[in-house]
């Protein structure tokens, strides 16, 4: 399976393909690094979200999960930039329980590109996150859509991911 690895203010990351599309977003470095033209794309956009000259990804994802699991991750992924949603609001859209939902965060294995972080808790908690310093990296990730989005950054146009 393709790996690349590329750091950002949260420490290096590790983006895999399988099959054309991008299955998983790990902390820390890959063992093996092959560059190809869709883990290029990936790691462009990465580092232009982290520069905050964009707020969403158009890449090819192949999330393996559940049905459930795929539907909480699309309900994550409308979410915009900046905007965050509660479990509840999530397990309400899904004819689900918030427990489930948090569940399938804990599970979602493309974080940021998938975006978990936009999931909190409610009456303003923040609920966890499973990435490299937990809560901490979710209020980095919140803070730096948000600031994004106040600058007027929030670049979602596609991406050609076969440069």
Not at 18 to 47: K, M, N, S, Y
Not at 134 to 153: D, I, N
Request: aromatic share 6%; net charge negative.
């Amino acid at each position: 399976m393709p790996q690349l690895s590329l750091m950002t203010p949260l420490g290096e990351i590790t983006v895999s393909e399988e099959d054309g599309a991008i299955v998983a977003l790990d902390w820390g470095r890959g063992r093996d690094q092959t560059e190809t033209p869709l883990l290029r794309a990936a790691r462009a956009q990465l580092h232009d979200y982290f520069d905050g000259a964009r707020t969403g990804f158009d890449l090819p994802l192949a999330p393996y999960g559940s049905e459930f699991r795929q539907r909480v991750w699309a309900a994550m992924r409308a979410i915009p930039a900046g905007e965050t949603r509660t479990y509840g609001d999530v397990a309400r859209l899904l004819g689900s329980a918030p427990r489930a939902v948090g569940q399938a965060c804990g599970d979602n294995p493309i974080p940021i590109i998938i975006p978990c972080h936009r999931i909190t808790g409610s009456n303003g908690a923040l609920g966890g996150y499973s990435g490299a310093e937990g809560p901490a990296t979710k209020r980095v990730l919140l803070a730096l859509e948000a600031g994004a989005t106040r600058k007027g950054t929030a670049l979602d146009e596609p991406c050609d991911p076969h440069p």
